[in-house]
């Protein structure tokens, strides 16, 4: 639900806009609603007050998504207030990869891949802070509450606090790359949800994936990487951000009721440790 400053909002920039679809997921508190007018469609996204998503979004448009806007592989930022939590968008057509034919097919991941990789080429830094601030994320969701065994979250526990924290290169990340937030139109695709862009380690964006596609078939890592054309999994780096990714899978949807998400993380758990011991 959006509030009374941000329906204001909307009412000032689009003068009597037609609701077409509410496109929220009602996991997390951030509408995204389909608008129309005066023939044109919009999104907009509303933030409630524990949001976060909106200012990361915010600034992935203002700072990174011109390699993908030029080319119209990502909406456009038409208006924003950060502080009512709101943007605006230009309304982008095509077809959602995840659960349709496309998504197995190679060539929606070999532009995947060219997409990211022009992404994560414009911009890198040196930073000394990353790992330790993970580190201390992960030992914190061990904290919270979730069905992690108690066992298995003292091996966790002690896994994570082994791990070093060196100095790494930072890119400009998407931070949920994986066909739900691909869209194909006219075997085009594009990218759309900014809400957990920021810096991090380019191998970050190869988590999703990882678990889920390159699992059922092969061929769509290979296209991937061979859009990418390279493949930044440092194995000592990989592990950690797998372990990482796993933990917070599985505590984040145990908080938010994700059943099926949660299974996931228990199942990228389990994974990564049978690797470690491997």
């Given at each position: 639900?959006i ?29 995204v ?34 390699p ?8 456009q930022l038409?208006q924003?207030?950060?502080?009512a ?12 990869v995840e ?19 022009q ?23 061990l ?6 065994a ?11 606090e ?25 075997g ?19 988590a ?16 991937f ?19 990482r990714e ?6 984040w ?10 299974e ?7 994974e ?7």
């Amino acid at each position: 639900m959006i509030d009374e400053r941000q329906r204001l909002l909307l009412q000032d920039w689009l003068p009597g806009a037609e609701v077409v679809k509410d496109h929220s997921w009602g996991l997390v508190g951030t509408t995204v609603l389909e608008l129309r007018h005066d023939g044109t469609q919009y999104v907009a996204k509303a933030g409630d007050p524990d949001d976060h998503h909106i200012a990361r979004e915010l600034r992935a448009h203002r700072e990174w998504l011109e390699p993908w806007t030029s080319r119209g592989r990502a909406p456009q930022l038409v208006q924003a207030d950060a502080e009512a939590k709101l943007l605006l968008t230009r309304y982008l057509p095509g077809e959602l990869v995840e659960g349709s034919e496309y998504e197995q097919l190679p060539d929606v991941y070999l532009q995947a891949g060219e997409l990211l990789a022009q992404f994560h080429q414009q911009l890198a830094v040196e930073d000394f802070e990353f790992e330790a601030n993970e580190k201390k994320k992960s030992l914190a969701a061990l904290g919270k509450p979730h069905r992690i065994a108690p066992e298995l979250t003292d091996r966790l526990r002690a896994e994570v606090e082994s791990w070093p924290t060196p100095g790494t290169t930072l890119v400009p990340t998407h931070g949920d790359w994986q066909p739900r937030n691909w869209l194909v139109h006219s075997g085009v695709v594009s990218v759309i949800d900014f809400g957990r862009a920021g810096l991090r380690p380019a191998l970050t964006d190869f988590a999703r994936l990882a678990v889920q596609q390159f699992q059922t078939d092969p061929a769509l890592e290979s296209a991937f990487l061979h859009g990418y054309g390279s493949d930044p999994r440092d194995p000592e780096a990989w592990r950690p951000n797998r372990l990482r990714e796993a933990i917070g899978t599985a505590v984040w949807a145990y908080q938010v009721n994700d059943t099926g998400f949660e299974e996931q993380g228990h199942r990228m758990i389990a994974e990564a440790l049978a690797d470690s011991v491997d």
